[in-house]
């Protein structure tokens, strides 16, 4: 089965520096896609960035950016320039073209940014 | 476009009664899923359909709960009878295209069941 693993329950950053979140994955495809969701206290989901497993080049979204490895099957996100407002809980998942699509999310990281 | 829109946002009720969540995905959009989020199981999809007909309901977790889709533009969750382990957030989310599409997520639906 495919399963999604985010290995920091919890992580903080000083405003203004970088955070990297953990996400690792496991399938047997070779086709997928792969995303960040945040959800901020008002609880809305939020997609951050996306990411083709067809793709070598890792995706960018202005401040936030990925490390796509996959042949070790991780992909962390990069928040450069912290700003409180990415203080929320952030989910990696994973979507199995195969598989009826669905979503499978990952356990989730709250990231605090402090001032 | 206003994106995908659930009510209630917040439902209180009593162990027993009927509960009816509602959702108007992006217009466009072809694919709407049900998800639900609580602290045990995190996010789970409970259903999805594609132009209206449901093609995955393996996540629903018993007969008490049930989902349609009466056209493109409106989405229905029922619980009956309710029971407190249902309380949770529910989400809808919908897509454009193929299920590996970009799903856009509601602002949930925060149920709590006494």
Same mark, same amino acid.
């Given at each position: 089965? /495919?399963?999604?693993?985010?290995?920091?329950?919890?992580?903080?950053?000083?405003?203004?520096?970088?955070?990297?979140?953990?996400?690792?994955?496991?399938?047997?495809?070779?086709?997928?896609?792969?995303?960040?969701?945040?959800?901020?206290?008002?609880?809305?989901? =939020?997609?951050? =960035?996306?990411?083709?497993?067809?793709?070598?080049?890792?995706?960018?979204?202005?401040? *936030?950016?990925?490390? *796509?490895?996959?042949?070790?099957?991780?992909?962390?996100?990069?928040?450069?320039?912290?700003?409180?407002?990415?203080?929320?809980?952030?989910?990696?998942?994973?979507?199995?073209?195969?598989?009826?699509?669905?979503? =499978? *999310?990952?356990?989730?990281?709250?990231? /605090?940014?402090?001032? | %476009? $206003?994106?995908?829109?659930? +009510?209630?946002?917040?439902?209180?009720?009593?162990?027993?009664?009927?509960?009816?969540?509602?959702?108007?995905?992006? !217009?466009?959009? %072809? &694919?709407?899923?049900? &998800?639900?989020?609580?602290?045990?199981?995190?996010?789970?999809?409970?259903? &999805?359909?594609?132009?209206?007909?449901?093609?995955? #309901? +393996?996540?629903?977790?018993? %007969?008490?709960? !049930? $989902?349609?889709?009466?056209? $493109?533009?409106? !989405?229905?969750?029922?619980?009956?009878? !309710?029971?407190?382990?249902? +309380?949770?957030?529910?989400?809808? $989310?919908?897509?454009?295209?193929?299920?590996? #599409?970009?799903? &856009?997520?509601?602002?949930?639906?925060?149920?709590?069941?006494?």
């Amino acid at each position: 089965a /495919q399963t999604v693993t985010q290995s920091q329950p919890e992580m903080s950053v000083q405003e203004a520096e970088t955070v990297t979140l953990s996400c690792t994955y496991d399938t047997s495809e070779n086709n997928y896609y792969l995303f960040w969701y945040k959800q901020p206290p008002s609880r809305q989901m =939020i997609l951050v =960035i996306r990411q083709e497993a067809y793709k070598q080049q890792n995706a960018t979204e202005n401040r *936030f950016s990925v490390n *796509f490895q996959k042949a070790a099957k991780s992909f962390s996100l990069k928040i450069s320039d912290s700003q409180l407002g990415d203080t929320a809980m952030y989910f990696c998942a994973f979507n199995d073209p195969s598989n009826t699509g669905k979503l =499978i *999310f990952g356990q989730g990281t709250t990231l /605090q940014v402090k001032p | %476009d $206003a994106g995908v829109i659930q +009510s209630p946002r917040h439902e209180v009720t009593e162990m027993g009664q009927e509960v009816t969540l509602r959702c108007k995905p992006i !217009s466009g959009h %072809d &694919y709407l899923f049900w &998800y639900r989020q609580t602290m045990m199981r995190g996010l789970e999809l409970l259903i &999805y359909f594609n132009n209206n007909v449901p093609i995955d #309901d +393996s996540g629903m977790p018993e %007969d008490r709960f !049930s $989902a349609k889709m009466p056209n $493109a533009s409106f !989405s229905t969750l029922k619980i009956q009878p !309710s029971e407190p382990r249902d +309380s949770a957030v529910y989400f809808c $989310a919908s897509s454009w295209g193929t299920t590996t #599409d970009t799903q &856009y997520f509601g602002p949930g639906t925060r149920l709590t069941v006494l």
